[in-house]
């Protein structure tokens, strides 16, 4: 009798054992779930800073003081071919993420290289840009 009540506590230590795992794994795989959507929120703030940046390095940033006089800090001192041709390519970027054509990666990817060419261009000679 006594043998046949340890094999039954025995068996109820390791359907407990196994209920408490089958928790733990449903709340884990939930967790990863919730997890996932994550990535997407920090790389759209990512985008967003380095489009700040991107308008900040092409356009300046704009204020106007008390006399009238318009200042444009941040500004970098490029060609203006060169920022021409990188604010079309700015432009064309984002119209095709905002229609859809491009997903968030090659968004974000993109703008990683506009910055990587800013920085080229401007240790460039402005001869060297034609």
Partial sequence: MGFVFCFLVIGIVVASLLLIDDQ??????????????????????????K?????????????????????????ININEGARQIIISQLNTLTSNYERGRISLKEYHT????????????????FEQIK
Avoid at 27 to 38: D, M, P, T, V, W
Avoid at 111 to 120: D, S
């Fill in 24 to 49: 733990q794994t449903s709340g884990l795989e939930r967790i990863l779930r919730k997890a996932r959507s994550i990535q997407p929120l920090f790389l759209i703030r990512s985008a967003e800073q």
């Fill in 110 to 125: 993109g703008l990683n290289e506009l910055l990587a060419t800013i920085n080229k261009v401007k240790v460039l000679n």
């Fill in 51 to 75: 489009l700040q940046r991107l308008n900040t390095l092409l356009y300046g940033d704009i204020t106007i003081t008390d006399d009238g006089r318009t200042i444009a800090r941040g500004r």
